[in-house]
């Protein structure tokens, strides 16, 4: 199936521990992102890379770092995990400059802090 | 004060009834605007974009954009059980630009 796939779908980790999400999309595209989604819905951009290349890096802390090793993977990985970082997180990608047409998001990471 | 502005309800309606759901916003530079439709746990997926002012039809959802107002709608006729999710407005100043997300209203149909 075409689409933009996450792993792991859940994850529960305990304060202090490292840990690492995986997206990867055969979509073709050359962009992707990650987005925070928060209890109350609340969808916001982290990062963004078009063909390996970061262009956006909104005020996220430096416990976050994502890697892209080529424009169809975007991995993220956070270390230090604090409770505030509990939240699903959605990866999506883009075909730059034809958006909104085909902008598709991944099924998210539920992430839970404990 | 946000960007963008949405009431996240919850909105509770009868099966068959009309649903408007609207967001505002402040930044003059956006120029798409997007709604999307994310089902419990699932991604969000594009439902429709208009670009600047003006109505757009898909079936039983109409997307409608105020720029002067800084205000958008999305209308849903006849709506179904099937249409309940949390519906999300975005915004964008150009295509490739970030998205900058609406918190989402959550909408149930009730049979």
């Known amino acids: 199936d075409t689409a933009v796939s996450q792993t792991p779908k859940y994850l529960v980790t305990q304060m202090g521990n490292d840990k690492s999400i995986k997206c990867e999309q055969n979509?073709?595209?050359?962009?992707m992102y990650w987005y925070k989604q928060d209890s109350k819905k609340f969808l916001k951009i982290m990062f963004s890379?078009?063909?390996?290349?970061?262009?956006i890096n909104e005020t996220v802390p430096n416990r976050f770092s994502p890697k892209s090793p080529d424009k169809a993977h975007l991995n993220l990985h956070i270390n230090s995990l604090e409770l505030g970082d509990s939240a699903v997180y959605f990866c999506?990608?883009?075909?730059?400059?034809?958006?909104?047409?085909?902008?598709?998001f991944g099924s998210g990471t539920r992430l839970t802090v404990v | 004060q946000k960007e963008v502005e949405q009431d996240p309800g919850p909105l509770s309606v009868p099966e068959g009834a009309i649903v408007s759901l609207n967001c505002t916003y402040s930044?003059?530079?956006?120029?798409?605007f997007m709604w999307y439709r994310q089902y419990s746990r699932k991604g969000p997926e594009l439902l429709m974009y208009?670009?600047?002012?003006g109505n757009k039809e898909d079936g039983r959802f109409t997307a409608q954009v105020d720029k002067s107002s800084k205000y958008i709608s999305l209308f849903i006729r006849d709506s179904q059980p099937s249409d309940s999710a949390t519906y999300l407005c975005?915004?964008?100043?150009?295509?490739?630009?970030?998205?900058?997300f609406g918190e989402g209203t959550q909408l149930t149909v009730n049979p």
């Open positions: 975005a915004m964008s100043a150009t295509s490739g630009s970030r998205l900058t």
């Open positions: 930044n003059s530079a956006f120029q798409y």
């Open positions: 208009t670009y600047s002012s």
């Open positions: 890379y078009n063909n390996k290349e970061l262009i």
């Open positions: 979509l073709g595209h050359d962009t």
């Open positions: 999506a990608s883009s075909q730059y400059g034809t958006e909104p047409d085909g902008y598709t």
